[in-house]
Nanobody
């Protein structure tokens, strides 16, 4: 099993930046990929960005390309999401997720473990 704990959420003005972190513990050696998803009130949980645990391959939702950057530190078992040029529509609870197997990085059902989420609010 893997435990995931997110941190770094908060309120930021439109155009501002925020950095989220996700600390993984437990059987991290079994992780194949990690990702960030988000869920706004009344909406489905949606993919934001993903990264393979081995290597540097990344994948982004079109809505965040060029603004968000996902990165990892294998030594510290952490994944981060740098969010720049934030918009009010980025407001959501952001979740960190981990998968032990190959699959589509943007498919929420591909992921086996989830964090508790952290609130990000972009104010206009």
């Amino acid at each position: 099993q893997v435990q995931l704990v997110e941190s770094g959420g908060g309120v930021v003005q439109a155009g501002g930046s925020l950095r989220l972190s996700c600390a993984a513990s437990g059987h991290t050696f079994s992780i194949y990929g990690m990702a960030w998803f988000r869920q706004a009130p009344g909406k489905e949980r949606e993919f934001v960005a993903g990264i393979l645990w081995s290597g540097e391959r990344t994948h982004y939702a079109d809505s965040v390309k060029g603004r968000f950057t996902i990165s990892k530190d294998n030594a510290k078992s952490t994944v981060s999401l740098q969010m720049n040029s934030l918009k009010p529509e980025d407001t959501a609870i952001y979740y960190c997720a981990a998968s032990f197997r190959m699959g589509s990085p943007d498919d929420r059902y591909h992921y086996d473990y989830w964090g508790q989420g952290t609130q990000v609010t972009g104010s206009s």
